[in-house]
């Protein structure tokens, strides 16, 4: 068992990720290609925030599961031969199984989200209220 920690990092400090199109990526937790950020978690954990005015490509690593939550504006997420439009207010979790797979992002106008990407601890999961334990005791 692992005591819980709060983990902090100025804003200064937070690396950026920047192309010619003009899209944006803040590396808050993780990496991003060779961009690390300056927290590191327990767990491998890449926290994300994009801002994209033109497509934008992340590789998924395997045997993770990635989480994309549109914070404004509105985003095509394409992973192989799936595509899902997110409106704001929306998300969708894709499982990245056997090797890894590039997500490929075309946001309509401009859009903001969140990626998180994280190992699945293959644990059970028991909801009550708001609180989310793996067991109901």
């Given at each position: 068992?692992?005591?819980?920690?709060?983990?902090?990092?100025?804003?200064?400090?937070?690396?950026?990720?920047?192309?010619?199109?003009?899209?944006?990526?803040?590396?808050?937790?993780?990496?991003?290609?060779?961009?690390?950020?300056?927290?590191?978690?327990?767990?491998?954990?890449?926290?994300?925030?994009?801002?994209?005015?033109?497509?934008?490509?992340?590789?998924a690593?395997?045997?993770?599961?990635?989480?994309?939550?549109?914070?404004?504006?509105?985003?095509?997420?394409?992973?192989?031969?799936?595509?899902?439009?997110?409106?704001?207010?929306?998300?969708?979790?894709?499982?990245?199984?056997?090797?890894?797979?590039?997500?490929?992002?075309?946001?309509?106008?401009?859009?903001?989200l969140?990626?998180?990407?994280?190992?699945?601890?293959?644990?059970p999961?028991?909801?009550?209220?708001?609180?989310?334990?793996?067991?109901?005791?």
């Amino acid at each position: 068992f692992r005591s819980p920690q709060m983990l902090y990092g100025r804003s200064s400090a937070i690396p950026v990720w920047k192309d010619t199109g003009g899209n944006h990526v803040r590396v808050l937790s993780g990496e991003l290609g060779e961009l690390h950020a300056p927290v590191e978690p327990v767990e491998p954990f890449d926290f994300l925030d994009a801002r994209l005015e033109t497509r934008w490509t992340y590789l998924a690593k395997k045997r993770r599961t990635v989480m994309v939550y549109v914070l404004s504006g509105s985003v095509t997420v394409a992973a192989g031969n799936t595509k899902t439009v997110l409106q704001e207010g929306e998300a969708v979790g894709i499982r990245i199984e056997k090797s890894d797979e590039s997500l490929l992002f075309s946001p309509k106008g401009t859009a903001h989200l969140l990626l998180l990407s994280g190992e699945n601890p293959n644990e059970p999961v028991a909801a009550n209220g708001p609180f989310i334990m793996n067991t109901q005791e």
